[in-house]
């Protein structure tokens, strides 16, 4: 049985004897749109709860278009050209582009230049958010939820804010797209810390598939709608990275009618936990880093049985990575239960431990291993995880431990697809 896996810009294709137990999920494909340029435009003319975007922006407002950093398929040139084009009327110099970084490394101007084309970078001011310099933040009082809120002051004195995006299943947040541009993606340290903390992180809501009752995207909601003027623009993608929706308007109704749609394609139910289950992180660009990679593991954790194994491929051209403090939570910790407890302990925040958490809860059920070409075994080691060289052959290996009956699960889209046990 041959099965090609998402890594990095290319396929990476594994060769499975016929007579294993192997199982493989994918979610369920839909076609591209034929014409995505104008069902975006038509979406824009006629959304979802609100009036046509041309009609929501009023003359002389200061506008703002949030879009999606380097980490995420989002096809910001499809969507923003759309949008500037229902914004000819106007002033270039009233429009200002704003990406998405949440506590990711700002991007480089080449970065900047492949999501977003030379048309725009050039005609734009662009503003990149540095989640950590409280001076380019200002302070909105509290969250229900008790945290402080902090937001890119930029993108708050604007009149309108156009917050655009695609729409996955997010191991947190339920679903990314909707108000995650706003924050975590233009938010303070300080605001992501309190909504990423380990209460929120070790809540039973904040998982796949779950908005309401989640509070990390309750508190998301919270803050976008307590902001003011928002138009969302949000699309849902294949495999291919084809645009397969398009869901613009008001926030609420918009972005539930999405993760509607990415529901029905992506969550695909199993009968039975498996003994090994072998995922990818969705390829380029998801797949950039170790940190990103968490999400490819927690997918598999989802099917995975208790003492069984993972095995995930992710490129990690960006390493671990070097910014942000992930890769020192790993580093600092002998195992998984030391990291677990240390992220647990009252009164600790650091950046990236929502992140370190997960994996720690991922390998405190199942061992997981790493494929990548990009990490040296030190490393992989060091980030606490088992390094994979060949995947047929740990298959072999692990097969031989847990026995001839040994289920095996691919998840070939990795975090694209969500397995659940049915019932």
């Known amino acids: 049985m041959l099965v090609q896996l998402a890594y990095g810009k290319s396929n990476l294709e594994i060769e499975l004897p016929e007579d294993w137990d192997v199982t493989v999920v994918e979610p369920h494909f839909v076609q591209g749109l034929a014409n995505p340029e104008q069902k975006i435009r038509d979406s824009l003319l006629s959304p979802i709860n609100a009036l046509a975007l041309r009609d929501f922006v009023k003359p002389g407002n200061k506008v703002g278009i949030i879009f999606s950093d380097i980490s995420r398929p989002t096809p910001n040139q499809v969507i923003l050209s759309s949008i500037l084009e229902q914004l000819a009327d106007i002033p270039k110099i009233r429009v200002t582009l704003f990406n998405a970084c949440g506590t990711h490394r700002t991007n480089t101007n080449k970065e900047l230049r492949e999501i977003l084309g030379d048309k725009l970078v050039d005609s734009y001011k662009i503003i990149q958010n540095y989640a950590s310099d409280a001076r380019t933040q ?3 009082g509290k969250t229900s939820f008790g945290h402080e809120l902090w937001l890119n002051k930029e993108i708050v004195a604007c009149d309108v804010r156009i917050l655009t995006g695609f729409i996955e299943p997010h191991f947190f947040a339920g679903f990314s797209g909707g108000g995650k541009a706003l924050m975590p993606g233009m938010g303070g340290l300080r605001t992501i810390l309190g909504n ?3 209460k929120n992180i070790s809540d039973p809501n904040a998982t796949w598939g779950i908005t309401h009752g989640n509070p990390i995207w309750e508190e998301i909601q919270e803050v976008a709608l307590r902001i ?7 699309v849902t993608l294949n495999k291919e990275k084809q645009i397969t929706g398009v869901f613009a308007g008001q926030l609420n109704v918009a972005h539930e009618k999405g993760c509607a749609f990415v529901k ?18 969705s390829g380029y660009p998801l797949d950039l880093n170790l940190y990103q990679a968490v999400k490819g593991m927690s997918a598999a954790a989802q099917v995975v049985r208790t003492g069984g194994a993972i095995i995930v491929a992710a490129d990690c051209w960006d390493g671990i990575p070097a910014n942000g403090l992930y890769g020192s939570l790993l580093r600092e910790s002998k195992n998984p239960r030391e990291l677990l407890n240390r992220i647990t302990a009252p009164g ?4 990236d431990q929502w992140q370190a958490q997960i994996q720690a809860l991922i390998q405190l059920k199942a061992k997981v291993f790493l494929y990548t070409k990009n990490l040296s075994d030190e490393q992989i080691h060091s980030a606490l995880l088992e390094p994979c060289h060949d995947i047929e052959a740990t298959l072999s290996k692990l097969r031989k431990h847990f026995g001839p009956q040994t289920s095996i699960c691919v998840l070939p889209e990795g975090p694209q697809t969500i397995p659940y046990i049915a019932n």
């Open 138 to 140: 200002v302070y909105l």
């Open 264 to 281: 029905q394609t992506a969550m695909i139910s199993v009968p039975h936990p498996y003994d090994i289950v072998v995922t990818s992180n």
């Open 348 to 351: 600790f925040l650091e950046q």
């Open 228 to 234: 003011g003027q928002i138009f969302l623009v949000n």
């Open 196 to 198: 990423h903390d380990a």
